[in-house]
């Protein structure tokens, strides 16, 4: 565990300090590849929360329905309408990334 820890400080060090060591060459420093850069990787981590999310509602409503099948049809609504707003995440964060980076 300490040196997964020791590995992810120099890794965010190493990050930190890159953009300053490129800055220093005299490149000019232009926003928009890192704009590109940023949306893919908040579309990555959207995608990834909204499935765990998703996995995990399934999951709590197949017990639920299996603990009672009597509520079966309510516990499928409530599921449904779930999915959807853990799904409407990840579309605002494609509309959001698409707008920035256009």
Same mark, same amino acid.
């Given at each position: 565990?300490?040196?997964?820890?020791?590995?992810?400080?120099?890794?965010?060090?190493?990050? $930190?300090?890159? *953009?300053?060591?490129?800055?220093?060459?005299?490149? *000019?420093?232009?926003?928009?590849?890192?704009?590109?850069?940023?949306?893919?990787?908040?579309?990555?981590?959207?995608?990834?929360?909204?499935?765990?999310?998703?996995?995990?509602?399934?999951?709590?409503?197949?017990?639920?329905?299996?603990?009672? *099948?009597?509520?079966?049809?309510?516990?499928?609504?409530?599921?449904? $309408?779930?999915?959807?707003?853990?799904?409407?995440?990840?579309?605002?964060?494609?509309?959001?990334?698409?707008?920035?980076?256009?």
């Amino acid at each position: 565990m300490r040196k997964f820890a020791f590995l992810l400080l120099t890794v965010l060090v190493a990050g $930190l300090f890159a *953009p300053a060591a490129g800055a220093a060459e005299g490149t *000019p420093a232009t926003g928009a590849s890192w704009v590109v850069i940023t949306a893919g990787f908040s579309m990555a981590i959207a995608s990834a929360a909204c499935g765990y999310a998703q996995a995990k509602a399934s999951a709590a409503a197949s017990e639920s329905i299996a603990r009672n *099948p009597g509520a079966s049809g309510v516990i499928q609504n409530m599921l449904i $309408l779930a999915l959807v707003l853990i799904e409407s995440m990840a579309l605002y964060t494609f509309a959001t990334m698409f707008i920035r980076v256009k």
